[in-house]
């Protein structure tokens, strides 16, 4: 098996690939099916699908997988909470030093999960995020207006040097991820709130599917209304962001005298 480049970092695990989905039923053999043979023998890897409380079957889908495929991990929402928190769920479970992301639906293609996370592996530690550029969108010429709209705003204001912030393929170290703040709309603004904690960003091109079945999720009012809140939220965060220092001890032997009074009775100090 040939491993990512991955230095200074012990970990049985290297990539977490996590897929929120939600009522994506018809999608999933096929997507399993193409993360499995874009990754098998190549590095190891697992498979967090994160099923945000779906109400067409597909738990028993993704129980029938996990008959087929041992890389298979599904976890489940008990109530509908939409994309980003189901994103942070997925993390939070995964293993893998790396996480990659990537949409339900069919149209991030899995073969470019490898890309993804070699490019960040290959610039760790100061790589904190490799996003997606959707080349050769699949969508209708509203839903690319919508897109553009939104894209737009959000890189006027918070210019995080990102004009694809919908693409779902993106890869970053799960301790970078867990270090960012938890709100909706949280995947929207991953390259702004990665660059806050002092990371680079880099962008991998990638080409764009069709979906394959079912409908979107999403609409203009997600895309731009309803993230106008979190985007003002978001360059607040920016804007008060300070620099932590950093810290050095000036006692040589701190920390010693706790270490050796463990025994003592609780209550009691050493005089």
């Known amino acids: ?39 098998r023998g190549k590095t190891a890897f697992e498979i967090v699908y994160v099923d945000d409380a779906s109400t067409d079957t597909t738990q028993a889908e993704l129980d029938r997988l996990c008959n087929m495929y041992p890389e298979l991990r599904p976890i489940a929402h008990d109530v509908k909470s939409g994309q980003s ?63 553009r709209i939104a894209n737009n705003v959000r890189a006027a204001i918070l210019r995080d040097g990102t004009m694809d912030a919908g693409c779902g393929l993106k890869a970053f170290p799960r301790d970078v991820f867990l270090k960012l703040p938890v709100f909706d709309s949280l995947h929207r603004f991953l390259p702004a709130l990665v660059r806050r904690e002092g990371y680079d960003v880099a962008h991998v091109d990638v080409i764009d599917r069709d979906r394959r079945h079912g409908v979107s999720k999403y609409g203009l009012w997600n895309r731009l209304w309803v993230g106008l809140l979190d985007l003002g939220g978001v360059w607040w965060l920016i804007r008060r962001r300070k620099a932590i220092p950093a810290i050095r001890e000036l006692k040589n032997d701190a920390g010693r005298s706790v270490a050796h009074d463990r025994d003592l009775p609780a209550g009691r100090i050493r005089q």
């Open 1 to 39: 098996m040939t491993r990512l480049r991955l230095a200074n970092i012990e970990n049985d695990l290297d990539i977490s690939v996590v897929v929120p989905v939600h009522n994506e039923v018809d999608n999933l053999a096929e997507l399993t099916a193409e993360i499995v043979s874009a990754l």
């Open 85 to 147: 928190i189901a994103v942070v769920s997925g993390v939070r479970a995964a293993q893998g030093t790396i996480i990659v992301t990537l949409d339900g639906d069919g149209q991030n293609d899995p073969r470019f999960i490898l890309d993804l996370a070699q490019t960040l592996a290959d610039g760790m530690p100061r790589l904190g995020l490799v996003a997606g550029r959707r080349l050769g969108r699949k969508a209708t010429l509203f839903k690319k207006m919508q897109s």
